[in-house]
Structure formats: structure tokens, C-alpha cells
T-cell receptor, first 116, second 109 residues
Framework: EPEVTQTPSHQVTQMGQEVILRCVPI?????FYWYRQILGQKVEFLVS????????KSEIFDDQFSVERPDGSNFTLKIRSTKLEDSAMYFC??????????????FGPGTRLTVL | SQQGEEDPQALSIQEGENATMNCSYK?????LQWYRQNSGRGLVHLIL?????REKHSGRLRVTLDTSKKSSSLLITASRAADTASYFC?????????FGTGTSLTVIP
């Protein structure tokens, strides 16, 4: 069964450094998403991406963040100048459109980001 | 905000019993989905119910949706120890999802 994959599973970085989290969505899906979950807290929407551009973003997704689909398979989340509070689990998800409506989102296993 | 709220926050039952979790939300939705998360792991999609549906079944799962009350419930029947996890509802208002705070379910063998 197709699945969303994410790499790395765990990323440790120093405060102020840049990190790139990678995701490979399910191949026939058209919408891509990033979420984060700070330890012990709820899952929060960051951004959705369609047709090579951001379709929606939350207030969390500020200038520190950017997303890119550099090729036909990868979907990346870049965090510039990481802060301690960026430590969280980051989930990628993808979905297709059926009957003109967005369908189920399929989530990757997540990347645990630790900022020291 | 659209934030969903699940209740109870935590639920502990004996294996074989049924578990019911509720989700409330604030604005109109296209669909509502329930997800499961084992500790420290990724989210697994359980079931999607569209705004024009009232009830949906999938195996031991039964989901109801009451758009007039802006609420949904997830029933897990004949629970098993392996059902121990956190369960989240997510409301879809278009192409953005809002996750609830989750219900932590513990099934005692």
C-alpha cells in the first residue's frame, strides 16, 4: 500500500541553524501538508501546498518557514534559524482530490526535531 | 478558531468494553476525520465522514456526525489492548485541517 515517507526520523540541530525536513508524498496525490506537534500538545496545521504554491498557511508559518517541491517526488519544509521552541514532531501529509473535494489525508511517520 | 475539542481527555476501560469519544467544533465543515496516534508515532487515518453523512462504520469503529450540534462521536466496540492510543478528530473547512486536543485511551487487558 502506498505511504508517505519522511526523512530523517530524528534531527538534532543547534539553535540558529537551518534544517530541511523531507517528505515523499504518495505519488498520485496533489495536495501536500505540513503539521507539527509539540510534545504533549495538539497537532497544529502549518501549511498546505498545491500546484507548486502555498494554498493556505497558519499564523505559525511565518518567514522562518518555507516549503518547496524541488522535483516530482519530494516535498520539503525548511526552517531557517531554528529556535528552541521549534522542537517538535513534524508531520507531512498528502491527499488527492476525488469528486472535486479533498479526500483523506495520509500522514507520514514524522520527523522529530530537537533544537539544542 | 476552528479548533476541535475532544472529550474526555483521558479514558480508561477494560478490554472488551466499548469506548466512546466525542469531538466538538465551531464552524461549518466539509468533512471530519478521526485519527489515531500511538505514543511518539505518526498519525493513522481511521475514518472520514462527510458533512452530508450522519453515520459511518468501519470494522469495530462507528462514527456519527451531527452538524446541527457541531459534534461527532467515535465508538470503538469490543476494545482490545492494542487500541491503546490517542485519538484525534480533525475538521476540514476546505483545504485546511484543524486537529482537536485528543482523547488518550487506555485499554486494560
Amino acid at each position: 500500500e502506498p505511504e508517505v515517507t519522511q526523512t530523517p526520523s530524528h534531527q538534532v540541530t543547534q539553535m540558529g541553524q537551518e534544517v530541511i525536513l523531507r517528505c515523499v508524498p504518495i505519488s498520485n496525490h496533489l495536495y501536500f501538508y505540513w503539521y507539527r506537534q509539540i510534545l504533549g500538545q495538539k497537532v497544529e496545521f502549518l501549511v498546505s501546498f498545491y500546484n507548486n504554491e502555498i494554498s493556505e498557511k497558519s499564523e505559525i508559518f511565518d518567514d522562518q518557514f518555507s516549503v518547496e517541491r524541488p522535483d516530482g517526488s519530494n516535498f520539503t519544509l525548511k526552517i531557517r534559524s531554528t529556535k528552541l521552541e521549534d522542537s517538535a514532531m513534524y508531520f507531512c501529509a498528502s491527499s488527492e482530490i476525488s469528486l472535486g473535494r479533498l479526500d483523506t489525508q495520509y500522514f507520514g511517520p514524522g520527523t522529530r526535531l530537537t533544537v539544542l | 478558531s476552528q479548533q476541535g475539542e475532544e472529550d474526555p481527555q483521558a479514558l480508561s476501560i477494560q478490554e472488551g468494553e466499548n469506548a466512546t469519544m466525542n469531538c466538538s467544533y465551531k464552524t461549518s465543515i466539509n468533512n471530519l476525520q478521526w485519527y489515531r496516534q500511538n505514543s511518539g508515532r505518526g498519525l493513522v487515518h481511521l475514518i472520514l465522514i462527510r458533512s452530508n453523512e450522519r453515520e459511518k462504520h468501519s470494522g469495530r469503529l462507528r462514527v456519527t456526525l451531527d452538524t446541527s450540534k457541531k459534534s461527532s462521536s467515535l465508538l470503538i466496540t469490543a476494545s482490545r489492548a492494542a487500541d491503546t492510543a490517542s485519538y484525534f478528530c480533525a475538521t476540514d473547512t476546505g483545504n485546511q485541517f484543524y486537529f482537536g486536543t485528543g482523547t488518550s485511551l487506555t485499554v486494560i487487558p
